[in-house]
């Protein structure tokens, strides 16, 4: 059993910027794919971006160019850094971690909100 935990969302202005954390309970070096989707209440989740094991990143259309993905692995967090910011994003965040791909082996964080508002 991984744990994910989310850290770093919050109520933030239009074109500003936010720092997602997710910190997980295993080495995230062994992990296949780690990544970040959004939900907002009555849609289902879209995929933000992704990070290999090889190092190869992966964004949705809507973030691209604004969302970066990044991870220490000495602690075990990937990172999903949010700039200019849109009354769009608001959502609830979820870490996602591939850990194995045979077995399929995934994990999700509790989620974190970031709401865009002036």
């Known amino acids: 059993q991984v744990h994910l935990v989310e850290s770093g969302g919050g109520l933030v202005q239009p074109g500003g910027s936010l720092r997602l954390s997710c910190a997980a309970s295993?080495?995230?070096?062994?992990?296949?794919?780690l990544g970040w989707y959004r939900q907002t209440p009555g849609n289902q989740r879209e995929f933000l971006a992704s990070?290999?094991?090889?190092?190869?990143?992966r964004f949705g259309g809507s973030v691209k160019g604004r969302f970066t993905i990044s991870r220490d692995d000495a602690l075990n967090t990937v990172y999903l850094q949010m700039n200019n910011l849109k009354f769009e994003d608001t959502a609830v965040y979820y870490c996602?971690?591939?850990?194995?791909?045979?077995?399929?082996?995934?994990?999700w964080g509790q989620g974190t909100q970031v709401t865009v508002s002036s």
């Open positions: 996602h971690a591939i850990v194995t791909v045979t077995p399929f082996t995934d994990y």
């Open positions: 295993d080495i995230i070096a062994n992990f296949h794919n």
């Open positions: 990070l290999g094991s090889s190092g190869l990143t």
